[in-house]
């Protein structure tokens, strides 16, 4: 009995082994899995970091090519200095033709902007009334003549009293100044240009009523022409009359026009404190026309040592203008020689033709990058290549012109 009951309590015992032997290998297993996954991330983790690396490295060994640029050396010259102001052209000779009279057009003898000569015929008013009028009052004053003369002869005989003589007198004057009226009615109504000149647009057409003041046409006189500006009080101890006078206006772009001061004004303005001037400018071709706009530059008779770069070499900026200047040095990264651009902060003074004047900053010999400075950093590696570079003039001439 003990025996089989042994046997009876040992069989479950047997059951739990061979149950749990092939739960184990299940676990080992998965480890195994999870191992080989781990390592492979691990290899490719180290791959990336590798690769990442390397670039790294060789990004920080890398040199950067040098920025291609132009160049120009800072010039020294001697300036003559000059006053700039904005003035308005008007004509040496200009009137605006009107009709004294009233009356009806009958004919009209000029071109629209075509030249005409001093004393021909711009418009003729009609005149048929008057010219009847006159010939009533010529034969008026032919009669009163023969009366006076008549009267004359008999006064001599002393036939007639002088007072007879005095009044036939003062008829035939009378008559005869209402012949001089009527004729000169009649010229009013025959309107003739007073000087020589360019006509204006025709204001009226044949056959159209005009009153008395009514505008016909306006007439220039354009051989040469005034330009009115004015300039600061404290600079009229600097100008004198006959001065040289340079003119530029944008109806004409690229033309510098030449003149002299013909006038100063005798009063300053007490508003603006300032004084007016005028220069009289050739115009032999009638490009310019009155009312245009003009910009005046007053040449000053001294003359200054100027230091000056194009003006394509400044950086302008609301907090202060710079060049920069190209300088050698010794590449830290390389150990070579090269060419390096600092950002020079400087003054600049008046502008004449494609050159600026450089007060502060820079010095004679000074090279400076002449293009693509809004492109430029401080520090950078440059190479000068000026076969392109454009020429700076002091008194360009467009292609166009």
Wanted: aromatic letters at 4%; proline letters at 5%; a positive charge.
């Amino acid at each position: 009995m003990q025996t089989a009951t042994n046997r009876t309590l040992s069989q479950p015992s047997s059951g739990t082994s061979a149950s749990s032997a092939p739960k184990r290998r299940p676990t080992r297993a998965v480890i195994r899995v999870v191992l080989g996954l781990l390592g492979i991330f691990l290899v490719i983790a180290g791959i990336k970091a590798l690769q990442i690396f390397s670039m790294v490295s060789a990004a920080k060994s890398m040199v950067p090519p040098p920025t291609t640029v132009t160049s120009a050396k800072v010039q020294k010259g001697d300036w003559a200095p000059s006053l700039t102001a904005i003035g308005s052209i008007t004509p040496v000779q200009g009137a605006t033709i009107s009709a004294e009279l009233p009356g009806m057009v009958s004919e009209i003898g000029f071109e629209s902007g075509r030249p005409v000569k001093k004393g021909d015929v711009l418009v003729k008013l009609d005149s048929s009334a008057e010219q009847a009028q006159l010939r009533s009052s010529e034969a008026d004053a032919e009669l009163a003549k023969a009366d006076f003369d008549r009267a004359r002869d008999l006064s001599q005989r002393k036939v007639i009293s002088k007072a007879e003589l005095d009044a036939a007198s003062s008829k035939y004057m009378q008559r005869k100044a209402v012949v001089d009226n009527m004729q000169s009615v009649i010229n009013k109504k025959e309107i003739h240009a007073p000087f020589d000149g360019i006509a204006g647009i025709r204001e009226v057409n044949p056959g159209q009523m005009v009153p008395a003041g009514q505008k016909l046409v306006t007439l220039q006189a354009l051989d040469s022409v005034f330009v009115d500006f004015s300039l600061p009080q404290q600079e009229l101890a600097r100008v004198k009359v006959g001065m040289p006078v340079k003119m530029t206006t944008d109806a004409i772009e690229g033309r510098k026009f030449d003149g002299t001061l013909s006038a100063i004004n005798s009063a300053v303005d007490s508003a603006t404190r300032s004084v007016s001037l005028q220069a009289t400018i050739d115009n032999a071709d009638h490009a310019l026309r009155a009312g245009m706009f003009a910009r005046v530059q007053v040449l000053l008779p001294e003359t200054k040592s100027t230091l000056f770069v194009p003006t394509t070499a400044v950086a302008y900026a609301p907090y202060g203008n710079s060049a920069y200047v190209i300088e050698k040095k010794k590449n830290e990264k390389t150990g070579k020689d090269s060419l390096i651009i600092r950002q020079q902060f400087i003054r600049t003074g008046e502008t004449r033709g494609d050159f600026v004047a450089v007060t502060e900053g820079l010095k004679e010999g000074d090279e400076v990058v002449s293009t693509g400075v809004f492109k430029m950093r401080n520090g950078m590696d440059v190479a000068v290549d000026n076969k392109l570079a454009p020429k700076a003039k002091l008194s360009p001439e467009p292609p166009n012109t």
